[in-house]
């Protein structure tokens, strides 16, 4: 089992950026398919981005796209969430996960094998 850690979170101003890393226990990191997800209090976990075990696909919500990027580093068992001109409402605790890889990418959180702690991540306006 692969066990994540993430890291990076904290407050920053509307406008700002922030780089979410997650850490991977396991040699078997490189085989999964990795995603961040976000939950507010009282609100339902909801997907972020989502990265292929081959870094060749990527995907995005559509309230973070072209302002987010996703990437991992196999050699360091990372995996990075790059937030740029980050607004209010991106304020959440935000998780990162695994799945065994699949023909297609996945979206949902019930898909999702094991997870990470979580890392609060706060923007003021």
């Known amino acids: 089992q692969v066990q994540l850690a993430e890291s990076g979170g904290g407050l920053v101003q509307a406008g700002g950026s922030l780089r979410l890393s997650c850490a991977a226990s396991?040699?078997?990191?490189?085989?999964?398919?990795m995603g961040w997800f976000r939950q507010v209090l009282g609100k339902e976990r909801e997907f972020v981005a989502v990265?292929?075990?081959?870094?060749?696909?990527?995907d995005y919500a559509e309230s973070v796209k072209g302002r987010f990027t996703i990437s991992r580093d196999v050699a360091k068992n990372t995996v990075y969430l790059h937030m740029n001109s980050l607004k209010p409402e991106d304020t959440a605790v935000y998780y990162c996960a695994g799945y065994s890889p699949t023909r297609t990418l996945k979206y949902s959180a019930f898909d999702m094998e094991f997870w990470g702690q979580g890392t609060q991540v706060t923007v003021s306006s």
């Open positions: 396991g040699r078997t990191f490189g085989l999964y398919n």
């Open positions: 990265i292929s075990w081959n870094g060749d696909s990527t």
